[in-house]
Structure formats: structure tokens, C-alpha cells
């Protein structure tokens, strides 16, 4: 039995706070080869398959160029989409970016890192919030830059067929930041179904299911339901951003399809939010 | 100091935790002993706001985990050996930590190079052992340098040296006037490391006190003696108000007299000892005696029923 008188000792000063959580959170997303593999692979498909897109479409334009013969007009082969054909990319690499963003918070959950970081900031919401945030501001400053460079590159492949679009064509500058900003939200989805799955292989397969699969089960409803659902799904409503020139009337139009996007990312984010709040970690 | 009010915790139809309540004193080493899936690391997790519990409330210091305004500062934890990223290193990982309680760079270093890990600060910490992984975990609850330390089993994986570095760390962490609290379901280890008890036994309190009172109350001061005569023995013993005990032809145990009084009766009676000899429980005894009823899984020692 110890008898000895101790005085119990006092915490030292200090105290949590939101620039503190978001720092932390910027040394945990840095540190992980993962989120560097994952915004590099986002960058590189994006650019890699509008580029790839353009070369086809300027290779299609030759072929009929040439079997039209020098004073056959009619043949001549269209391309109306020039600045959307050179943002295609962002249909893969959504995928690459939205598991980037679920693998944020799963990968706290299989290693069960997120008892630690409770353990240092247990109240949860900020937890969201930071993490939310820090891995926002990443992937809007790579997926931004890298839809300016595939629009440019794109650009640059369609310039022999002098049908290229440029950033003072109409629709350029929306779809072109508005690919960016898909693709944030894509990711900030995978971030909120994080929370709410907590497990890799499940928030992956949902987003994946959310994203891809319920528009091909809505095209396979009779008309009009087959538009008048799909058009609100997150993939149909949010990809209207990148349409140009002319688009299709039943559709949303741009602002308001990624508006769409951007409430099912909402309501991703607020019920993982409840459920941290609410779980045990 | 830490208290416990009638925690109780459910999963289902299981309660894990059932009323437990205790109190933690600062300054001494208090050790949490269980058999496994006694309720301990649930315990553990509910004092840190981890898991709620269904019922009753807990506090670290007079208040609430989540009311602190550093956590780190106040109390550390280690709950789960290697509960760490395994693509961070071991310094990002700890770095990650402690800027969200705004503890500077150097503490990292400090608490790195303290639970010898300094050599491998930038390894990443999945190729980390499981001892090595302790030891980063050990370095995490103290990177704030809190009062308080709540560690979950804390020397599984380590090696005799690392044992015997983390209960003399704990004990010069304890002197200092903190309070430290750490579970095990060794026996033996807790004996050399902590003063204070609290066994459970499915999750709900069995005893709590010192070690020593512990160890006391278990062997009940029971002592042996053989003897040719141990009828007539028996009878004198029982006569001088002693609870005796037959196992064997010539062997006694005897209660409510301590050794001294049992020769001195035999040598009275004139009869002659072949030994005597006071019983005094191993804590593990003491704890087999205590969670006996309690233990979950029991292992059976018949190969071949």
C-alpha cells in the first residue's frame, strides 16, 4: 500500500481548435502515399482521356476530309462539343477520386486510427468537418488545374480541324471549372458515404452503385420516367455542367444539375454526420 | 482521478458492462483486471467518450471527455496496439496528433526518443511489430503530458525488457502524482506493477482495493499442517475455535488461526508436525478464486474427453 502524499498534477495549457484540426488533418492526408497515388491518377486520367478523345475526333475529321476529296462539302464530319469532348475524362476518373475520398475516412476506420484522432478531438462533428474540408481544398486545386490543362490539350489535338473551342466560346469556362468541381463533389460523396459505411469495400460499391448503376436501371423505365427520374440522379444531374453547346431540353440545365449533385453530397455528409455523432466509434 | 457511476453497456441482449462503478486515485499505479471479455477495454472506451454508455456517467478529473478543451493535455490513452495508420510513419502519425491540441513539434521528437523508437521515427508504422506498435501507442498517450494515462493492456507484445520498461515507467509516472490506469488480465504482471485493484468479471465489479489486502483476503490466512495424528489435532484446533479442514489423512487446513497458535496448540496436545507452513496466495490464485464464476471461455486442460 502507498502511503506517500502526491499532489496530483494539473494539465498543461493548450485547447482544440477548428485551424488546429484542419492542420492535423493536412499532416494525416499528406503523409499517406495513397492520397498523392489517388490525386495523381485523378489528374493524369482526366487529362489523359479528353487528350485521347480529341485525337479520334481530329483523326475522324481527316478521314472524312480526305474520302470527301477537295471540293466535297457535305461529308464534312461535325464537331459541335468541342470543349465537353476534351472533359470527358472526369467519367473515369470520378471513380478515382470518389475512392480517394472514402479511403480519407475508412482507411482511419481498418486501421482504427479513428481512436486515436477521438481520442485527441473528441468532439466529433469538427472531426467531419476538417477532414471534409482539408480533402476539398486538395482536390478542387488538382482537379481545377488538371480540367484546365485537358481542355487546353484537347483543345490543341482539334486545332487541325479548325473546330476547336477556346475559352471565349460559350459554355467553355463553366464546363471547364465545372468539370473541376464535379469531380470535388464525386469525392466529398465517397467522403460521406465514408462515415456512413465506415468499411472500404462498402462505400466504394455504393458510391460506385449510386454514381454508375441507378442510371442504367433508369434508362430501362418506360418513357418519360426513364428522363423524368434519371435527369435528378447524382452522375446525370451533375455531368449537365460539362454539356456544351446545346443540350438536351430534358435534362436539368448546368447550375442547377450540379446543384442536384451537391444535395445528394449533402445529404451523404449529414448522415455520416449522424451517425458519428450517434456510433460508437 | 477517475469515476465511474453505474456504466452500463449493451450490445443486444449482452450487457458488457453491468453497473460498474469505481473511483481512481492519483499518485499510485491502479490496475484493471479481467478475464477476457470482461467488460475492461469497453470500460476503457466508455471513460473516453468512444463508446456511450446505456447507462450511468463517468468522469476524468470532474469532467467530461468530451468537454475538454485539450484532450491530450488531460489524459492519454493507449486503447488498442497499433490503432495507427499503417502508411503513416511513426513521427506524421504522432505529428497529426499532436498539432490538433497545439503541442509543439518537439514533444514529438521527445516522447519518441523516451519510448526508444527515435531510429525508426520515419518508418512507415505498418511494417512495425507489435511490441514496436505498443511502444508507439505508449508514446501517443503520453505526447501531452497529461495527468492522467488510461492504457488497455499495455505490455501485450512486449518483450521481458520492454515489460519491465513499461511497469517502471508507469510506477515513476504514478510517483509523480498521476493517475494511471491500466488493464491486463495477467495476474502476475499487475502484482508487480500496480498497488491498487479493481477485478471485474462480466463487467461487473468483483473487489476492488490494494493488492496486499487483496492477496490477504485470498489466502484467508489459512495455514497447513501435516501430521500422523491429525484427527486429534483436528479436534483440539477446532476446540480453540480454528475451522479445520480434512483433504487427506494426515493433512490440515486450518482458518481462523494464524501458525503461530496452530504449534502452539500441538505442542500442547503433544503431537508432532511434519509441517507447517502458512498458505499465502499468488495473486493469480487470488484472481482464480475471485472470476472463477465469471470467466466467459474456459479452455479445458483434457485432450481427449
Known sequence: ?281 | MIEANGLVKRYGAKTAVDDLSFTVQPGVVTGFLGPNGSGKSTTMRMLLGLDHPNEGHSSINGKRHVEMRAPLREVGALLEAKAVHTGRTARNHLLALAVSNGIPTKRVDEVLGLVGLDQVARKRAGGFSLGMGQRLGIAAALLGDPPTLLLDEPVNGLDPEGIRWVRQLLQALAAEGRTIFVSSHLMSEMALTASEIIVVGRGKLITSGSVADLLRRASGGSVLVRTRAAERLAAALRDAGAAVDCPDADELHVDGVDSEAVGAIAAREGVALIELTTRQASLEDAFMELTGETVEYHGSTKVRG
Open chain 1, 1 to 281: 500500500m502507498t502511503t506517500q502524499v502526491v499532489r496530483p498534477r494539473a494539465a498543461l495549457p493548450g485547447r482544440v481548435s477548428l485551424p488546429r484540426q484542419l492542420n492535423s488533418e493536412w499532416i494525416k492526408l499528406r503523409s499517406l502515399r495513397s492520397t498523392w497515388w489517388g490525386l495523381g491518377a485523378t489528374a493524369v486520367i482526366t487529362v489523359l482521356i479528353g487528350w485521347l478523345v480529341c485525337l479520334a475526333q481530329a483523326h475522324q475529321f481527316h478521314n472524312h476530309e480526305r474520302a470527301a476529296g477537295p471540293d466535297g462539302g457535305f461529308a464534312i464530319h461535325i464537331i459541335p462539343n468541342a470543349a465537353q469532348l476534351s472533359l470527358t475524362g472526369i467519367h473515369l476518373s470520378q471513380l478515382i477520386i470518389g475512392t480517394l475520398g472514402a479511403l480519407v475516412v475508412t482507411g482511419e476506420y481498418s486501421t482504427r486510427m479513428i481512436l486515436a484522432t477521438l481520442s485527441a478531438t473528441p468532439r466529433r462533428l469538427p472531426v467531419l468537418a476538417a477532414k471534409g474540408l482539408v480533402f476539398g481544398a486538395m482536390a478542387i486545386v488538382v482537379c481545377e488545374i488538371a480540367n484546365v490543362i485537358a481542355f487546353q490539350v484537347g483543345q490543341a489535338a482539334l486545332k487541325s480541324t479548325h473546330q476547336q473551342a477556346s475559352w471565349s466560346t460559350i459554355g467553355s469556362v463553366r464546363a471547364v471549372f465545372g468539370a473541376g468541381l464535379y469531380l470535388v463533389l464525386i469525392g466529398l460523396f465517397g467522403v460521406g458515404l465514408g462515415f456512413v459505411l465506415r468499411s472500404t469495400a462498402a462505400a466504394i460499391s455504393t458510391l460506385m452503385g449510386l454514381v454508375l448503376v441507378l442510371p442504367l436501371i433508369a434508362t430501362a423505365l418506360p418513357q418519360p420516367y426513364d428522363t423524368d427520374i434519371g435527369k435528378f440522379l447524382p452522375m446525370l444531374a451533375g455531368t449537365q455542367i460539362i454539356v456544351t453547346p446545346y443540350r438536351d431540353p430534358d435534362f436539368l440545365t448546368p447550375w442547377i444539375g450540379l446543384g442536384v449533385l451537391a444535395l445528394w453530397v449533402a445529404a451523404a455528409l449529414a448522415a455520416g454526420a449522424w451517425v458519428l455523432h450517434r456510433r460508437d466509434a
